[in-house]
């Protein structure tokens, strides 16, 4: 089943959530790894973070499109608090996904660095500027962590649905 229902979601859905979560967990593990690192090293992984980083940017709003152009599964009820957190994670991950990257490039610019999308050079928007270099880095550094944490809450709700309540909602999204 490609298309979503109102029970579960389709395939296309299940590949944008899935493969986004890896790239997420990817790209905050170079991220957090790389402040650890020197010459060479350091170097390779910003690249590959930073590409991650225009990547998920770009599928944030294809997966965006998708969902807006299907039907969404409905929500296992359980309490108003809980679908408050629910609607907040969703917030967050969406909110991040798309700021996060823009925090980066912005970063990436003010430092006066390249930035290439998979050795592919992408242009420089705005002057390089030292005044801004720390807070912009805090920025994009506390960005970073609200989706780590974010993402940590994910995982423990649904470890909460499918071990504790037994619902559906980890086998919605599963691959089948």
């Known amino acids: 089943m490609i298309f979503n229902n109102s029970f579960k979601y389709g395939l296309v859905s299940k590949m944008f959530h899935w493969y986004m979560a890896i790239l997420l967990l990817v790209i905050l593990l170079i991220g957090n790894l790389s402040e650890h690192l020197s010459g060479n090293f350091y170097n390779y992984s910003m690249l590959i973070h930073n590409s991650l980083g225009i990547l998920i940017?770009?599928?944030?709003?294809?997966?965006l499109a998708w969902r807006w152009s299907n039907?969404?599964?409905?929500?296992?009820?359980i309490?108003?608090?809980?679908?408050?957190?629910?609607?907040?994670a969703f917030?967050?991950?969406?909110?991040g996904m798309i700021f996060t990257p823009i925090t980066g490039y912005v970063l990436m610019n003010i430092e006066g660095k390249q930035i290439s999308f998979f050795g592919y050079n992408l242009p420089e928007l705005i002057d390089q500027n030292k005044n801004y270099e720390i807070l912009s880095h805090q920025i994009h550094g506390i960005m970073g962590d609200l989706i780590l944490y974010t993402f940590?809450?994910?995982?423990?709700?649904?470890?909460?649905?499918h071990w504790i309540r037994k619902d559906n909602s980890f086998k919605r999204m599963k691959f089948e």
């Open 152 to 161: 940590l809450l994910h995982i423990l709700a649904a470890g909460y649905h």
């Open 79 to 88: 309490n108003k608090f809980l679908n408050f957190l629910s609607n907040l």
């Open 57 to 63: 940017f770009v599928l944030v709003f294809l997966r």
């Open 71 to 77: 039907k969404i599964p409905e929500k296992i009820i």
């Open 91 to 95: 917030f967050i991950f969406y909110f």
